[in-house]
């Protein structure tokens, strides 16, 4: 009787052991699962905001091209103009040049010239 006793003892004790060795290795994985999980909601959030930030960089880099783009084309625009009415000036050079032949030269009204020059002067107090 004794001996049936040390066996069942032994088989029970040794039971016990795999099931407490199984329920600590399950609360290991269910504190890594959660911990993992708590750490992957920040990384993804972190790496998302990051990215955002990369995206918001770039998006201002780029309509500062698009507005500096817009500005130097305006300007060439501006100097286009102004050797025309140069290079129309020296054809005449022996003569004074009236006012009517720099405005067809330009061919452009007087409004929209004066609205050209707000323009750029409105452009360079911003910048």
């Given at each position: 009787?004794?001996?049936?006793?040390?066996?069942?003892?032994?088989?029970?004790?040794?039971?016990?052991?795999?099931?407490?060795?199984?329920?600590?290795?399950?609360?290991?994985?269910?504190?890594?699962?959660?911990?993992?999980?708590?750490?992957?909601?920040?990384?993804?959030?972190?790496?998302?905001?990051?990215?955002?930030?990369?995206?918001l960089r770039a998006e201002s880099f780029r309509k500062a091209l698009i507005y500096q783009k817009?500005?130097?084309?305006?300007?060439?625009?501006?100097?286009?103009?102004?050797?025309?009415?140069?290079?129309?000036?020296?054809?005449?050079?022996?003569?004074?040049?009236?006012?009517?032949?720099?405005?067809?030269?330009?061919?452009?009204?007087?409004?929209?010239?004066?609205?050209?020059?707000?323009?750029?002067?409105?452009?360079?107090?911003?910048?």
């Open positions: 009787e004794k001996e049936v006793w040390n066996r069942e003892r032994l088989s029970l004790q040794k039971s016990l052991k795999q099931a407490n060795a199984e329920l600590s290795k399950l609360r290991a994985e269910l504190r890594s699962e959660a911990f993992l999980r708590e750490l992957g909601s920040d990384t993804v959030n972190a790496v998302l905001r990051r990215i955002y930030g990369k995206y817009k500005y130097l084309l305006l300007l060439l625009g501006g100097f286009q103009e102004c050797e025309e009415a140069t290079l129309a000036l020296i054809a005449q050079m022996g003569g004074q040049p009236s006012y009517t032949d720099l405005e067809i030269i330009t061919h452009h009204s007087k409004g929209f010239t004066r609205f050209r020059s707000a323009v750029r002067v409105s452009i360079a107090i911003s910048r």
